[in-house]
């Protein structure tokens, strides 16, 4: 009997797995006893990063799309579909167009989207730069500011890539300063809890650098609600806040389907933390964003954990028992403005520690933005 | 051991950015006023971090119980 692997989401996650399977399961695949299957709603491939660019005039959206076809091993056979429901009992998918696809194991890597409706007023309101149309728009609209007050926000907890609004004041303060007119607005930086990010030593290295930049930070702040009209942020802890051009982080949500399948109350599937099991279902797997584990939304972390998730399923078809375990890593590059950055490494159990910012980080970031397509491939 | 039952557990062990405080938050946004949630973390820093927050957003703390490598702390949401 062929053994069905069927990987929901051709993402970050979804590709690296994809490609790790058909490597490590080459003989398998050619003599038809395992059969892996990629299924994605859209034919295309998208890196998110490559957003935070684009809302600096830096980079185009295109440069951040490819064909799925292009990214994976042909041992995988490819479906363009958007899956319905999930039956974990019955171990089968439903289909957009009525098919229903039936698997062995599943891995949900179906990451997270933003739900701006969730907060009143922000999706009238509120700029983001985590959507291609979000990032196209806020392009044009700092482009056409030129005074004033800009905040950006931090509305949505968990969100994807903890270091990206830390990033974005920091690129904006230098991109004002070359652009003269710096001195011309002001710069408010929200955040949900009594830091400027959730990782201590993240916080304690920005915190500085924002006072030395003039970029206010105002804490313990949780969007409760956006009066467009006005042009102001009211606070879960009774605080208002005015702007002249908002910039936020919207909540984020899993794919309702994961909630209606009984996996995970929250949109996350919810997960053993090391072998990103599913809690509530048999031979279910998840990764990536769509993951509930205490590690960051971020692309290296769904990558390490596509390499958890192979070994695991290589060593389960191989009928043996699996050992390999996801200890939280988590690589992230950090840019502290336009020619400058820092990176991070940490897991369940190590902080990070932050090295001081230079410009071959920042190079080497903008490098990883260009090989990020070898490996979506899984040869990095 | 409590003696409280909660309607949510958040399982933040094992620190974690965002970190345990922000993995509150978002349950307390969604949760209905009177819910109570157990929050897990074995960050030192939640036991000062979410009674701050709770002060300045008006929700109630039940209970901090210690346990061998983590800490439940136990809040009620106010409406
Ligand atoms: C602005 C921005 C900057 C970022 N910067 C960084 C960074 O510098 N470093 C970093 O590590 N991470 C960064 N990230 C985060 C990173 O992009 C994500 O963590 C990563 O994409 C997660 O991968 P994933 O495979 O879990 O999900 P995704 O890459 O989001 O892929 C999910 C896939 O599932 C598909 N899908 C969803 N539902 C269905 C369905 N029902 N049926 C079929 N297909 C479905 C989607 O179409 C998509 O193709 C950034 C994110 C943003 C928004």
Redesign the pocket.
């Known amino acids: 009997m062929t053994q069905r692997i069927v990987i929901?989401?051709?993402?970050?996650?979804?590709s690296v797995l994809a490609n790790r399977l058909a490597d490590r399961l080459a003989p398998d695949i050619d003599a038809g006893d395992v059969e892996v299957t990629l299924?994605?709603?859209?034919e295309m491939?998208?890196y998110?990063?490559i957003?935070?660019y684009v809302a600096f005039g830096k980079r185009d959206p295109e440069d951040g799309v490819r064909p799925v076809v292009d990214l994976v091993d042909p041992r995988v056979s490819l479906r363009f579909s958007?899956?319905e429901a999930i039956d974990a009992e019955e171990k089968r998918l439903a289909l957009n167009g009525g098919d229903t696809l039936a698997y062995d194991y599943l891995v949900l890597?179906?990451?997270?989207r933003i739900v701006p409706d969730e907060v009143p007023g922000l999706q009238e309101a509120g700029h983001d730069?985590?959507s291609e149309e979000g990032a196209i728009a806020l392009r044009d609209a700092l482009a056409d500011f030129t005074e004033g007050h800009l905040v950006l926000s931090v509305v949505g907890t968990p969100h994807?890539?903890p270091?990206?609004p830390l990033e974005f004041v920091f690129m904006a303060d230098d991109w004002l300063r070359e652009r003269g007119i710096r001195d011309q607005v002001d710069i408010t930086y929200t955040y949900p809890i009594q830091r400027v990010h959730g990782k201590p030593t993240i916080a304690e290295w920005a915190a500085p650098r924002m006072d030395a930049r003039d970029i206010r930070a105002e804490t313990f702040f949780n969007v409760e609600t956006v009066d467009a009209e006005a042009g102001v942020l009211k606070s879960l802890e009774g605080e208002e806040l005015a702007y002249d051009l908002l910039v936020t982080i919207p909540p984020h949500d899993g794919?309702p389907?994961i909630r209606e399948a009984g996996l995970g109350d929250d949109g996350w599937v919810a997960v053993d933390r090391t072998t990103l099991e599913a809690t509530h279902a048999d031979d279910v797997f998840a990764l990536?964003?769509?993951a509930d584990v205490p590690a960051p939304?971020?692309?290296?972390a769904?990558h390490y954990q596509a390499s958890v998730v192979a070994d695991r399923l290589t060593s389960l078809v191989h009928g043996q028992v699996p050992t390999a375990t996801y200890d939280g890593k988590v690589v992230?590059?950090l840019e502290a403005g336009m020619d400058e950055a820092t990176f991070v490494s940490f897991d369940y159990t190590h902080e990070p520690q932050l090295r001081p910012e230079s410009r071959p980080v920042h190079w080497a970031k903008l490098a990883y933005n260009e090989s990020y397509w070898l490996t979506a491939r899984g040869l990095l | 051991m409590s003696t409280l039952t909660p309607d949510v557990t958040v399982d933040s062990r094992g620190a974690g950015c965002p970190g345990p405080l922000m993995d509150l938050i978002g349950k307390v946004k969604k949760a209905d006023p009177g819910t109570v949630i157990e929050l897990q973390t074995s960050d030192t820093g939640s036991k000062d971090d979410v009674p701050e927050w709770l002060d300045k957003a008006g929700h109630e703390l039940l209970e901090i119980v210690e346990h061998d490598d983590y800490w439940s702390i136990y809040v009620r949401t106010t409406g």
Request: proline content about 2%; hydrophobic content about 45%.
């Open positions: 929901v989401g051709a993402g970050t996650g979804g299924v994605n709603e859209s491939h998208v998110k990063p957003w935070l958007r899956v890597a179906t990451g997270a730069f985590y994807m890539c270091a990206a794919v389907m990536g964003d769509a939304k971020a692309g290296s769904a992230c590059f």
